[in-house]
């Protein structure tokens, strides 16, 4: 049996001081030496793989890491790098078995692979590998918030509350436990407990930027966003590379200001701080893009999109941008991703582009491949049924079948209400309560001319929003009867029940309009309408009207709506998620006030 020789093993426990102190280049160059002179020492290539995967070498990383895994099979922290290299480049099949390995012995595997299963939308796969980890009082607020979204998507977060109810009041004053409890709250929509609970944890404890965050997005679903954009500032100080914190920040700051430069004063200043931080870079475009300036964050991102070595997420990233006014350029960045190990964003991007570009057929061929791994993701199924209609392929009109897919009711009163005009009434007060009477549209929204809610109004106490979300459930379960059951996407997933998977409303200002989209999380997908400027309901011109078809991205040729809803008051439509539609422009004096919700495929009756 061989042994490890004392000068090695002097070697890598300086090599472990240099990585403790942050001094990652020396301990690179230290290590290169090390395995140059011990070709066979497995922990020296793992970790020099580590740290060149850290300096942007994932193709070296990746041989290092094979040489490793050769000599020791079995060794769980080269499983985990190595699998993590191979998921961040799109080779889930190849990642997957080897961050499952390593998950036995490592928890930071066991996570890792779970939010990959939550991201692709594999909820009960991802509870599987946390909960030996959460049983075992390994939590934290990332395996937390892992462990509560698979809960959630799965219908069951007032299990998560539950449970972690339980294991806060084990030690009253862990701040790792009251902040796991808040996550699930705030999961659960129970915001006001959350911000308690989250306020004891920062009180008991050391303030982490994740705490922050998570007592941000409770003050933010609560509507206290002064107190939010604080605790987000005091997050991003404490780690000022969080990418998450600075994308909510901004999203604050537009909406008091509507000023673009302000919004991301904060984020450019970290970007100063780390001027290579790609994650950084492809924020300030997102954002900008959220804006509406999709030139703008081509801008930000072209010239490091141009250069050899750019990761294929900023190729993407950049794509994005420039998909909206030049599909040629978006469908060059997509086909450079591609050139490395292909992920699914990049073909995602592809097929968009080529949709663009007047490639429907390979662009299908695109869609079926992402729709094999991705069957319910709403907007592949809509890029999927637009290529069928470039095509003329009868399955368009199958899928999109507006007479028969798209279904309008009339709201019945809620008892507690002489008639449903009194009732819309208080409604209306109650929603407009919600609504920045001052504010700007939300980043990365649809609309235009407006605001939006923040909250989930599904789980909003107010008695009359309250009444609404009872009103809705005869509609949507005679919906669910109309459709039926088959083989296709809307179909497929009817198990005769329900539940709201996000709910908002929206209050659109004159030449209002909300731009053509389809919502990927969802299934049914509605707008109720509870007050509208005169005349709309009436008129002979489609302004201000509910319009399906027409494709939120350029087509080749260019796509018009094939279908029109004229809205009336106390009117709810329900149709698919898949569905293109958006809302067209208006003139007048009073607003345009709408209810809406996702629906998703409930617990079996």
């Not at 070498?57 to 985990?80: F, G, I, K, S, Y």
């Not at 909406?255 to 673009?260: A, F, K, T, V």
């Not at 009434?425 to 549209?441: C, I, T």
């Amino acid at each position: 049996m061989s042994t490890t020789p004392p000068s090695l093993l002097e070697s890598m426990r300086q090599i472990g001081a240099l990585l403790q102190t942050g001094d990652l280049r020396n301990a690179h160059d230290r290590l290169q030496a090390i395995v140059a002179e011990h070709p066979d020492s497995a922990e020296a290539l793992r970790l020099l793989g580590g740290l060149r995967l850290g300096f942007g070498d994932a193709e070296d990383a990746e041989t290092l890491l094979r040489r490793a895994l050769t000599l020791d099979p079995n060794w769980a922290p080269t499983l985990a790098t190595l699998g993590e290299l191979l998921l961040n480049t799109g080779r889930d099949d190849e990642a997957e078995p080897l961050l499952r390995r390593a998950a036995t012995k490592l928890p930071q595997a066991a996570l890792r692979l779970a939010r990959h299963c939550n991201d692709r939308q594999r909820p009960a796969e991802a509870l599987a590998l946390l909960a030996p980890l959460c049983t075992t009082g390994l939590v934290d607020a990332e395996v937390a918030t892992q462990h509560v979204a698979a809960l959630a998507a799965l219908g069951r977060a007032d299990e998560a509350v539950q449970f972690y109810r339980g294991v806060a009041e084990t030690a009253p004053d862990n701040p790792a436990l009251a902040h796991a409890l808040a996550i699930a709250l705030a999961a659960s929509g129970q915001h006001a407990a959350a911000e308690s609970h989250i306020a004891r944890a920062l009180a008991h404890g050391q303030p982490t930027a994740s705490a922050c965050f998570t007592l941000a997005r409770s003050l933010i679903a609560l509507g206290e966003f002064a107190r939010a954009e604080t605790a987000l500032r005091e997050g991003l100080w404490l780690e000022p590379r969080q990418v998450e914190a600075h994308d909510h920040l901004a999203r604050l700051v537009w909406m008091r200001s509507g000023d673009l430069a302000q919004s991301t004063a904060t984020l450019d200043e970290a970007m100063c701080r780390f001027p290579h931080d790609e994650p950084l870079l492809a924020a300030k475009a997102a954002i900008l893009q959220g804006a509406g300036d999709a030139r703008g964050a081509w801008a930000c991102l072209a010239e490091p999109a141009a250069r050899t070595q750019a990761s294929p997420a900023l190729l993407v990233r950049a794509g994005l941008a420039a998909l909206e006014f030049d599909p040629a350029g978006a469908r060059a960045l997509a086909e450079r991703a591609l050139q490395r190990p292909p992920t699914a964003a990049a073909r995602n991007l592809l097929a968009a582009a080529l949709l663009g570009t007047g490639d429907a057929q390979q662009a299908l061929v695109h869609c079926e491949a992402l729709l094999a791994d991705a069957p319910d993701d709403q907007y592949l199924i809509a890029l999927q049924t637009t290529a069928w209609r470039l095509l003329g392929d009868a399955r368009h009109e199958a899928y999109c079948d507006y007479a028969q897919l798209v279904k309008r009711y009339r709201l019945q009163t809620p008892e507690g209400w002489p008639d449903l005009a009194a009732f819309l009434a208080d409604l209306k007060r109650s929603l407009e309560r919600l609504h920045d009477p001052h504010g700007h549209p939300l980043l990365f929204q649809s609309l235009r001319h407006g605001t939006e809610t923040t909250e989930d109004l599904a789980r909003h106490d107010d008695p009359a929003i309250r009444a609404l979300f009872k009103a809705f459930d005869a509609p949507i379960r005679d919906y669910l009867e109309h459709i039926g059951h088959g083989d296709d996407p809307l179909r497929r997933r009817n198990r005769d029940n329900y539940r709201f998977n996000g709910s908002w409303s929206v209050r659109l200002r004159s030449a209002g309009f909300h731009a053509n989209h389809v919502h990927p999380r969802g299934w049914i997908s509605s707008a109720c309408y509870i007050d509208l400027p005169d005349g709309i309901a009436e008129a002979e011109t489609t302004d201000g009207c509910l319009a399906f078809g027409e494709p939120g991205i350029v087509t080749a040729p260019p796509l018009h709506a094939q279908h029109v809803v004229r809205p009336a008051t106390g009117m709810l439509v329900l149709f698919p998620s898949y569905i293109w539609h958006g809302t067209v422009p208006f003139r007048g004096d009073r607003a345009r006030l709408t209810v809406a919700f996702d629906a998703v495929p409930g617990l079996s009756a």
